[in-house]
């Protein structure tokens, strides 16, 4: 279990994370979400105690993680995939870290065995692509069999069977009882794998909840439909109370009513339907909406 209990970390005037309080459980898959410069990576660095708090506090299975001897058989993590000595081989690269935290030398052959860099064991990392990297450092993560395992943007550079691999990885970690931590951009890929969302900008929480609870309270439904009598459909579902947007071709998107009471109502009125489709927007779009206020660099915004 990770537990953060107002955490804080200042650099001078600038506030990084402002009193972050959250838990991170066993048994799940928890998303670390929150746009660029909401304190991500400066949380996970003081989890592992690479950096130290402001003020607060944050625990790993109840102490802190800095003072833990033998590290990797308590916490796995993988902050950056690039951090590596590319003059080593992989192999001998998890070697160094096997005897530094007293894991068996056989952990070094399992784990490249499981992340699928066992026929590059022997080669140089230096020429290795972002995806092996990410691989060896996922590697790394695994190598003590620890409880708990950060990843900071664990998908960059991998391909689409590298994704699937660790989307099922994830999940058998978290059935296996361990606490999984990730932060990641990729919202598609947080939407099929975390059980549990914590949610920041600027420092501060802003959403601590599961996956479940977070799309019901966050996500917007819209109903699409598509007829050959739009403008009368209009006219029925405006005198309903409903917001109708057209979007060409005979179609639109009605808010503030269900497709069955659009249905009906069209029965009712005589208009006929080609097309009737609930449609509730992405984990993506959730929480683009939820973080508006946080974001601090916006594409193509004034100058």
Not at 51 to 69: D, I, L
Not at 194 to 207: F, K, M, S, T, Y
Not at 228 to 249: I, K, N, Q, W
Not at 268 to 273: A, K, N, Q, W
Request: hydrophobic fraction near 45%.
């Amino acid at each position: 279990m990770i537990e953060s209990i107002r955490l804080t970390k200042r650099y001078g005037d600038t506030v990084a994370v402002d009193e972050l309080t959250f838990t991170a459980e066993p048994g799940k898959v928890t998303g670390f979400l929150g746009p660029n410069g909401a304190g991500k990576s400066t949380t996970l660095r003081m989890i592992l105690g690479l950096n130290a708090p402001t003020g607060g506090s944050v625990t790993v299975n109840g102490v802190p993680f800095s003072s833990r001897p033998r590290g990797l058989r308590h916490v796995g993590a993988l902050l950056d995939a690039q951090d590596v000595h590319g003059g080593r081989s992989a192999h001998a690269h998890l070697s160094a870290l096997a005897r530094g935290n007293r894991v068996p030398p056989s952990r070094v052959d399992a784990v490249l065995e499981e992340v699928g860099l066992a026929k590059a064991a022997r080669r140089r990392i230096g020429g290795f692509s972002l995806g092996m990297k990410q691989r060896l450092g996922i590697a790394g993560a695994l190598l003590g069999d620890p409880p708990v395992l950060l990843f900071d943007e664990p998908l960059n550079g991998l391909d689409p069977e590298g994704v699937l691999w660790v989307r099922g990885l994830f999940r058998r970690l978290a059935d296996e009882g361990r606490t999984v931590f990730v932060s990641s951009h990729m919202m598609a890929e947080m939407e099929a794998t975390a059980d549990h969302l914590v949610v920041i900008g600027r420092g501060r929480l802003i959403a601590d909840q599961s996956l479940r609870e977070f799309s019901a309270r966050n996500a917007s439904r819209a109903v699409l439909v598509h007829t050959p009598d739009l403008a009368a459909l209009d006219a029925v579902l405006r005198a309903e109370g409903a917001s109708v947007c057209g979007e060409g071709d005979a179609r639109a998107r009605v808010t503030g009513l269900s497709a069955a009471r659009i249905g009906e109502l069209a029965h009712r009125h005589g208009i006929v339907l080609h097309e009737l489709a609930t449609r509730t927007s992405s984990l993506e779009s959730a929480f683009m909406a939820l973080t508006a206020d946080s974001v601090d660099y916006l594409a193509g915004e004034a100058q």
